[in-house]
């Protein structure tokens, strides 16, 4: 059976594209960001993961409010990146990883999360940008994908106790998949950012660095929240830690912290890097 | 339209949800279409034409026009939709922070510097 090595759960902020593109890693603005990921490059280089299920929200490139999934699982053999409109590079695509898209497909409808399927998905910077973080300066992503998004657009948004059941299932059907696959679970967003309202550029620093730290020892904690509760305390857009939470669900058992980093600002973002072990 | 519930209220804030959708449908629809490098240009060709197009009302072609980003959220905007609008004038999220708060960009910045001590 497939064995989960570990999640990984980062920002991804689309000014991080440019930055890349421009080769800004160390420029002082930048360097904070970009320091955080070399102890994560190594230990991926150790437990060589070989799939990842990236758990994203899509801002508007395959998803719009004709048709709003509030889950949806890719089972595509390739996915692309496309023209968002704020003019950051587009980049290759991604392999797919057809059988376990089709495994967890039917795992998931099994445990009653009735998701919507994908055969065809662009993937935007919120799949991207983080692979590209990741596995830098590669032609393609090394690894097979499957993507699986959650809205966060659209309210009413799926609860965050909702989230961690999902991701829980989402766990229980890559352990299930007959592979000797390793796989490794990315969950892409946050930390708090609002972008819209006159409460533009709210960011909290100490829910952050709390909800980081339980992610680890008690992923529960944030269960005691509404969306509602998390908007306010995080900030329009800070509900993405959703993905956080999901990506920390489809962990089996405990977990051990490889690395983390927080920085702010990243753009108007208070940026998130936290890599777990599965023990 | 809030089927007598209660909202939540968060100052400065407004959750996307039902009601909001709604209401800027046309707008967020017109907002998608900017994916396209083709459609970009078409809209800065004739804007008034493009929102028509969309059929904006009026409300929210005023605030297209004036690229008011309050008056566009009022009139139903989602921000991720209209960061690809802010994108067409080369604005980053400063300056639409900074236009929302009514702060300069400087501030504005300084106060999410601010917000890691």
């Known amino acids: ?279 | 339209m809030n089927n007598g519930k209660q909202k939540r209220v968060i100052p400065g804030t407004t959750m996307f949800d039902g009601d909001q959708a709604r209401k800027g449908y046309a707008l967020n629809k017109m907002c998608f279409s900017f994916n396209s490098a083709g459609n970009r240009a078409e809209f800065l060709k004739d804007k008034e034409a493009y929102c028509d197009k969309y059929g904006l009302n009026a409300q929210q072609k005023k605030a297209v026009l004036s690229l008011q980003v309050l008056d566009m959220l009022a009139a139903g905007g989602n921000a991720y939709y209209l960061a690809k609008l802010g994108g067409i004038f080369g604005l980053d999220m400063q300056d639409i922070g900074a236009q929302q708060t009514g702060m300069t960009k400087e501030a504005f910045k300084a106060k999410l510097i601010a917000a890691g001590k």
Request: charged content about 20%; aromatic content about 10%; some cysteine.
């Open chain 1, 1 to 279: 059976m497939a064995k989960i090595i570990g999640g990984i759960s980062v920002t991804h902020v689309p000014y991080i594209g440019r930055a890349i593109a421009h080769n800004l890693q160390q420029d002082p603005y930048w360097k904070p960001f970009f320091d955080g990921f070399p102890p994560v490059h190594q230990w991926l280089a150790k437990v060589k993961p070989d799939v990842a299920v990236v758990i994203y929200n899509d801002h508007g490139l395959n998803f719009f409010l004709d048709k709003m999934p509030t889950f949806a699982v890719g089972a595509a053999p390739e996915y692309h990146n496309a023209d968002e409109g704020w003019g950051i590079p587009t980049l290759p695509p991604y392999r797919g990883e057809l059988d376990l898209s089709w495994h967890m497909i039917d795992s998931l409808v099994e445990e009653e999360f009735d998701i919507v399927t994908c055969q065809e998905m662009l993937v935007d910077h919120a799949f991207t940008l983080p692979l590209e973080l990741l596995w830098p300066k590669q032609k393609s992503c090394p690894l097979r994908t499957v993507p699986v998004c959650i809205n966060t657009v659209q309210f009413p948004l799926p609860k965050p106790a909702r989230c961690f059941k999902f991701g829980q299932a989402i766990g229980r059907a890559i352990e299930s998949w007959d592979s000797d696959a390793r796989v490794v679970v990315i969950g892409t967003g946050g930390l708090s950012h609002q972008l819209d309202g006159q409460r533009a550029g709210f960011i909290n620093k100490e829910f952050d660095l709390m909800f980081m730290e339980k992610l680890i020892t008690d992923p529960l904690w944030v269960t005691r929240y509404s969306i509602a509760d998390l908007v306010e305390l995080t900030g329009t857009q800070g509900v993405e830690l959703l993905m956080w939470l999901t990506t920390r669900g489809a962990l089996p058992g405990e977990v051990a912290k490889v690395h983390s980093n927080y920085h702010i600002p990243i753009s108007n973002t208070a940026s998130g890097l936290l890599a777990m072990e599965t023990v």
